[in-house]
Structures are given as C-alpha cells and as structure tokens.
C-alpha cells in the first residue's frame, strides 16, 4: 500500500490549479489540508542512511471512551454505558486530542526480504461496546499535528494502550506503536516498534527461515487530502485566482 498525494499545508506549500489552459500557483491564495483537516496519512521509513526502505499509511478517527482494568481482564468503556463494578481497579482515558488508528499498513524492504507491518491477520480494532476486551491486543492513537512530520519531530505523538496476554491482562499506555508478529508469545516471529521520538526498529525472520533481519532509521508522516477537501480547495484557489485578474484588468 503506497500514497502518493502530497500535503497542502497552512505554511509551506501553495496549491496549483489547472483551469482554462493554464497553471496558477500563488502561495498566498492556498487553502490548507492540515492532519486535522483530513483522517489519513502516509508513512514513509528510513534507515540510518536516508534511504527509503518501507512505505505504507494509516487512517484515523475521533475516539471516546476509557479503557478499564476488571479483575481480571481489561476492556472498553463506552461513555454512554459505564460500568458499574467494584471490580474496576483502573481506568484510563486517551486525551482528547489523540484519534483512534483504525487501520495501519507499511510493507518494508531489508536485505532483499519484504515484510509487512503488521501482519495481514493483525486485528484492527473497532471499539464500539462496553466490556470489548482488549486482551493480547495494542490499540494505537495519533495526536495529529499541523505539519509533515520530518524527525525527529514532537514527542507523544504516538500512543498505544495494552491489555497484556491472557496469563497476565494488564492495562498499560506506550507513546509509542510496538507490536509482534503474527502475535506476541510462543509464535512470534517479527518484532516492531515506531516511537514519538521520529524512530523506528524492526527485528525479523524472514518466511524462508533465514535470518534473523534487522533495520531502524527515522520515519515521516504526511497528511493526506480527501478528494472533497482537495476539490474545496481547488475550487476556492481558482475563485481567488480570478478575483485577482479581475480586479487586475480592472485598473
């Protein structure tokens, strides 16, 4: 999975407009299509070199509710449906401004040999009911920001919440996404983790047996436009655009 639609910023990059046979770009005129604009983004790694080695995305969305240490097991909370048990020890509630990652995919190249974080059959959460266990699962969150990413970046822009393994559920918070494939215990077989910090670290075995592959670099997140908000601004860029020869033809 790769993207290829670059980011219209607030700052940074004006917007270009094909219309009537030619091409206007006027930085001042550009509308903008921040991270908090749009609910997808691109992720690019890079090793310790600068090379570009895996490529991928995930998508975003508001997220309400708490996540609850019971005795035993940890689970979600709906707000509109608490619970009400004396067996709750715990409760987190992810900030507001973090979003629920729902769906997150990067294919990554090392020593010839194709990975894909995560995993295919990696579960992808949608946390809707009260009492959802989150047992032997990492959820991610994403604060979003008003600018490419480039690391190393801010920090706690990354966080994911744990529910442990069924021999231990424990309720825990990373700013960071980590994982193992195809799951943690026994099976694993490749290990990952993406940090606030602007780096990544990948430990794997390749299908073919051989190994084990290491990598780690820096990564890089990129907002990426909805058609609609693309389209908005085209149409807003190209009203203004006129507007300013009008008023030019006018003198």
Not at 29 to 52: H, M, P, Q, R, W
Not at 119 to 128: A, G, I, R
Not at 221 to 238: S, W, Y
């Amino acid at each position: 999975m790769k993207f290829t639609m670059k980011l219209l910023t607030n700052t940074t990059v004006a917007a270009t407009v094909l219309t009537a046979g030619f091409v206007a770009t006027d930085q001042t005129l550009a509308a903008s299509a921040t991270f908090k604009d749009v609910n997808a983004a691109t992720l690019e790694l890079f090793d310790e070199s600068g090379k570009l080695v895996g490529s991928g995305g995930f998508t975003y969305k508001p997220f309400s509710g708490s996540f609850v240490q019971l005795r035993p097991g940890v689970v979600y909370e709906n707000p509109q449906d608490p619970i009400l048990s004396s067996n709750v020890t715990r409760r987190f509630t992810p900030p507001e401004e973090y979003s629920l990652v729902n769906s997150f995919s990067v294919d990554l190249l090392l020593d010839g040999f194709e990975f894909q974080i995560p995993s295919p059959t990696s579960t992808v959460f949608e946390l809707n009911e009260t009492g959802q266990s989150i047992v032997g699962a990492f959820v991610y969150f994403w604060k979003p920001t008003n600018f490419a990413m480039s690391p190393p970046g801010p920090t706690d822009v990354l966080l994911s919440v744990l529910g442990g393994d069924p021999r231990s559920p424990l309720l825990g918070t990373r700013n960071n996404w980590d994982g193992c494939l195809p799951r943690c215990g026994v099976s694993q077989r490749d290990l990952f983790s993406i940090d606030s910090d602007g780096t990544w670290g990948f430990l794997g075995f390749p299908v073919s047996g051989q190994g084990p592959v290491s990598g780690r670099g820096r990564w890089k997140a990129t907002a990426v436009p909805e058609p609609t908000t693309i389209g908005g601004t085209l149409l807003l860029v190209a009203g203004l655009i006129a507007r300013k020869r009008k008023k030019q033809s006018a003198k």
